[in-house]
C-alpha cells in the first residue's frame, strides 16, 4: 500500500517593501520596491523577501532602499483574497493593521 504525500503548491505572491525615510522613524513609510515571489505561505515569502534583501549579492541592481531592518514593513498583495501587512520587530514578523502605513 503507497502512501500519498501530499505536496503543498507554491504559488506567486505580489509583496511591496516599505521603509521610512531614516532607519528607526516610525512615519513616513513609502514603497520602496514590489517583487513577485514564489512561495508555499506568508511566512515563506517574508522569509524569502528577508533574505533576498539582507544578502549584497542579491540585491536587484534597481532596488533604492536599504537593508530589511526592524519597523519595515512588507505588504502581500493577494487580489480577491485579501491585502496583508507584516511588520519587522525584533521578534519577528507580525501581521498588523493597515492604517500603521502613513
Not at 20 to 39: D, L, M, N, T
Amino acid at each position: 500500500m503507497s502512501k500519498l504525500l501530499t505536496k503543498i503548491r507554491a504559488k506567486e505572491y505580489d509583496a511591496t517593501i516599505f521603509q521610512a525615510p531614516s532607519f528607526r522613524e516610525r512615519k513616513g513609510y513609502k514603497p520602496v520596491y514590489r517583487i513577485s515571489v514564489q512561495a508555499e505561505s506568508h511566512a515563506d515569502c517574508l522569509e524569502k523577501v528577508f533574505g533576498k534583501f539582507n544578502v549584497p549579492d542579491r540585491i536587484p541592481i534597481d532596488f533604492t532602499g536599504r537593508f530589511i531592518s526592524t519597523g519595515d514593513i512588507v505588504y502581500i498583495d493577494e487580489g480577491l483574497r485579501g491585502q496583508h501587512y507584516y511588520q519587522l520587530l525584533p521578534g519577528g514578523w507580525k501581521k498588523i493593521n493597515r492604517i500603521l502605513i502613513r
